[in-house]
């Protein structure tokens, strides 16, 4: 796949925290991190982890798409009433607002490079209405390599929808989480594991998948995959956002 345009997410970051009316030091507080690790990331000296950058929309009301899309804008018209979101969950502000930031100009943080992992969802969140089928044979797929030991590979997208269609990967010693916190964030989760095996942790409850398990959960339940195997771990998710969008 060809590369996307990454615009300087640091520096819209900043922005929506600026329009939301938070102080650094509040913002670091509210997502359990250092007030120096979010200027760091602002600034583009450092890279948020996903489930850093999933808190960050969370506390800030904005989408993770909001930071990644490259059209025209506002960052501002990007957080929309985060009261409103909350209300549904602290997991429905990550989908809260579809307006798309202003390109930012000179002085701004640098782009973050490709294999990254905000590299990777700025590629999926680049082009929302592009259709990716009907038809995708493998060798045709989006392969997007995480810095946790994961590869997503998209494997299809209709415009117009929430929807995330993928077949992941989790190598050996891989997780979806790399500080070992637990995620949280918008829609319903199915999942169905074909090969190798994957450790499940949701809420309380930790559970072991093999070949042919099959999960479905709302993914707004704080959860966690990991492979403890040698072998890579492999399935097909289907991840669906549509249940929290504007209608």
């Not at 990777?120 to 929302?128: G, R, T, Y």
């Not at 989006?142 to 077949?167: A, C, I, M, N």
């Not at 450790?199 to 339940?221: K, N």
């Amino acid at each position: 796949m060809s590369p996307a345009a990454v615009p300087p997410v640091g520096a819209r970051i900043r922005q929506a925290r600026l329009v939301h009316g938070t102080s650094l030091r509040a913002l670091a507080r509210e997502i359990g991190v250092s007030a120096s690790l979010v200027s760091q990331i602002e600034n583009g000296k450092s890279q948020p982890s996903v489930s850093t950058l999933y808190a960050i929309t969370t506390a800030l009301g904005i989408s993770i798409e909001s930071l990644f899309d490259a059209g025209e804008g506002t960052a501002a018209a990007a957080v929309t009433a985060p009261a409103t979101a909350l209300a549904q969950g602290p997991a429905a502000a990550l989908v809260a607002g579809s307006a798309t930031p202003t390109t930012a100009g000179p002085g701004t943080a640098p782009n973050p490079a490709p294999g990254t992992v905000l590299h990777a969802l700025a590629s999926f969140a680049a082009d929302p209405g592009r259709r990716i089928g009907p038809v995708v044979t493998p060798d045709e797929r989006e392969v997007l390599e995480l810095d946790s030991g994961v590869v997503w590979e998209r494997l299809g997208h209709v415009p117009g929808t929430h929807v995330d269609f993928l077949q992941v990967t989790y190598r050996p010693g891989g997780a979806s989480s790399s500080s070992g916190g637990l995620m949280r964030h918008a829609g319903t989760e199915y999942g169905c594991l074909t090969s190798g095996e994957l450790v499940l942790t949701l809420g309380f409850d930790e559970y072991t998948l093999r070949p042919g398990d099959a999960v479905c959960f709302e993914s707004t339940t704080p959860h966690r995959y990991r492979n403890d195997g040698d072998v890579p771990a492999v399935g097909t998710w289907f991840v669906s956002t549509e249940m929290f969008s504007d209608t």
